[in-house]
C-alpha cells in the first residue's frame, strides 16, 4: 500500500511540475497505476479467504509463472499438487492465466472439478479466470479495474486504472 501512495505522490508531482489541463490529467489516470504483489502478499491473500478442499496452500514466482502448491482432496484422498500458471490478460476485475502445468497430470475433467470449487475461480479450454468481484476482500472496494498483468523479478504486477 505504501508503494501506491508513493507512486500517487511522484504522480501528482509530476503534475505539479508541468502545465496541465483536465484532458492531460483525465489521460494520466486513464493509463493506471502499477500495484506490486509480492509473494509475502499473494500468500497473506491466499489465507484470507481459503481455497475448499486444499491446504498447505503455498505461492511462488518462477521466472514469469506464478507456482501454486498445496493439497487437496481427490475422492477424498489428500493428493500434493504443483499449479503453474502463466498470466494471460486482466480485463475489467479478472485475470486469466494459462495453465501452464499441473502435477500430477490429470484428465481434463479432473482439472475442471480440481480448478472450479473455488468463489469467483473458472476454468475452460486450459485457461484459469479469477473474478475478483467473487472475492469478499475485493468486492468491498467498489473501484478500480485492472488493466494489465505480469509477473517480472518474483513480483505481480497489476495496473489498476478507475
Request: proline residues 4%; aromatic residues 6%.
Amino acid at each position: 500500500m505504501n508503494e501506491f501512495l508513493e507512486t500517487m505522490q511522484r504522480k501528482l508531482g509530476e503534475l505539479k511540475d508541468q502545465s496541465w489541463t483536465v484532458e492531460s490529467l483525465l489521460d494520466k489516470i486513464a493509463t493506471g497505476t502499477p500495484i506490486r504483489m509480492s509473494e509475502e502478499l499473494v500468500n497473506r491473500l491466499l489465507h484470507l479467504q481459503p481455497l475448499e478442499g486444499t491446504s498447505n496452500l503455498q505461492c511462488s514466482f518462477v521466472g514469469e509463472h506464478l507456482v501454486l502448491t498445496g493439497n487437496t482432496k481427490v475422492m477424498l484422498v489428500p493428493v500434493p499438487f504443483r499449479l503453474e500458471l502463466k498470466p494471460i490478460m486482466a480485463k475489467g476485475r479478472r485475470i486469466q492465466f494459462e495453465v501452464v502445468d499441473l502435477k500430477p497430470s490429470l484428465k481434463e475433467s479432473m482439472k475442471k472439478k480440481l480448478l472450479k470449487d473455488a468463489d469467483g475461480v473458472t476454468y475452460e479450454d486450459n485457461k484459469l479466470t479469477i473474478n475478483f468481484n467473487d472475492i469478499e476482500v475485493v468486492r468491498d472496494i467498489p473501484f478500480g479495474k485492472l488493466a494489465g498483468v505480469r509477473i517480472k523479478d518474483k513480483v505481480l504486477w497489476c495496473k489498476i486504472v478507475m
